[in-house]
């Protein structure tokens, strides 16, 4: 273990998620001016904080077990699909309703929107969805899927990492609503930030535990709120219902549990 690198890592996660925090704040105002450009930066950042989280990954896997637990291997697993780009998978659920083709595919759709809660029933302020079907296209061995991701000869292993993501974020309990609400594949999104947020906690506090340093002024910010504040609730689920009635008009509105 060297310490240094993981403390390196840890500060230049902390500073990419200082970073994206700073463009979501502006995002609405820049959407009005430019929405490509406003779209384009905030997924761009997402991207850059996945990489981040893969490289604390890549120096700290000796002191946390990264693939042991559904949001931690959930955002290796994605970062690598987003970085290799070899498939036409997670696009962001803001660039497909006003990049792609203008939106005009869209028209009057409604979406299914999915989100772990945090202990305390509350909402975090930033969202980042992606279609649920991308992400089990990806990592689901039984679909056969041609953007399965590549690992070695050892298929049992892909299966076994699948049943942890599936069951510890409980992603059955979305296709079971999505099913009941009639729902096409192609509508249904989980929302990435809650699942960030989670992992993030987990790795700050076993780096923490192995006494690794928060070394610059946006870690020793990010400690205590990853450490002993924010903790989201990955067996819980909350859904709302996305209607797109134009370009510029959505209207969210909660669904009852």
């Not at 925090?21 to 009005?32: D, G, M, N, Q």
């Not at 077990?65 to 803001?94: C, E, M, Q, W």
């Not at 510890?168 to 609400?181: G, H």
Request: net charge neutral.
């Amino acid at each position: 273990m060297n310490k240094n690198l993981i403390e390196e890592a840890i500060s230049k996660l902390a500073n990419a998620m200082r970073i994206y925090s700073e463009a979501h704040w502006k995002y609405a105002h820049l959407f009005k001016i430019d929405p490509e450009e406003a779209i384009n930066n905030i997924d761009r950042l997402f991207e850059m904080k996945l990489e981040a989280f893969h490289t604390l990954y890549d120096v700290s896997k000796d002191v946390f077990k990264y693939f042991d637990y559904g949001d931690t291997a959930l955002l290796i697993l994605v970062r690598n699909a987003i970085h290799h780009r070899d498939h036409p998978l997670f696009y962001s659920l803001n660039w497909r309703l006003h990049l792609e083709s203008g939106g005009k595919n869209w028209l009057g759709a409604s979406f299914l929107l999915a989100s772990h809660p945090t202990v305390h029933g509350g909402r975090l302020p930033m969202s980042h969805y992606i279609r649920l079907d991308d992400l089990d296209a990806r990592i689901d061995p039984s679909l056969a899927s041609p953007y399965i991701a590549k690992r070695s000869n050892k298929p049992e292993k892909a299966i076994a990492q699948f049943e942890v993501i599936n069951s510890q974020l409980n992603l059955a309990k979305i296709r079971k609503r999505a099913s009941e609400d009639r729902y096409p594949n192609d509508q249904i999104y989980l929302n990435l930030m809650p699942i960030f947020v989670s992992a993030v906690c987990k790795v700050f506090k076993a780096m923490k535990a192995a006494e690794i340093g928060f070394k610059g002024f946006d870690a020793a910010t990010y400690l205590r709120p990853f450490t002993t504040e924010i903790s989201v609730d990955c067996s819980r689920l909350d859904f709302e219902r996305l209607w797109f009635r134009g370009y510029g008009n959505l209207d969210l509105i909660p669904i009852p549990i």
